[in-house]
C-alpha cells in the first residue's frame, strides 16, 4: 500500500482562468500536463470568453 502525502507536498499550479492554486488530483493523473482549470467551471467560462 502506497504511502499518503501531505497537500502541501503535491504539485500545484495556477488556474489559467481564476488565477487562484490549485493542488494535483488522482483522477488527474494521466494528463496533469495539460491540465489548465481548477474547475469545470473555469473551464467552461474560459471557453465562453473565446
Known sequence: MAKMRKKAD????ICASC???FVWRR???RDW???KYCSDR???EAR???
Do not use: D, T
Not at 10 to 13: I, N, R, V, W, Y
Open 10 to 13: 503535491l504539485p500545484q499550479k
Open 19 to 21: 488565477g487562484r492554486p
Open 27 to 29: 483522477k488527474w493523473a
Open 33 to 35: 500536463e495539460a491540465v
Open 42 to 44: 473555469c473551464r467552461s
Open 48 to 50: 465562453a470568453g473565446a
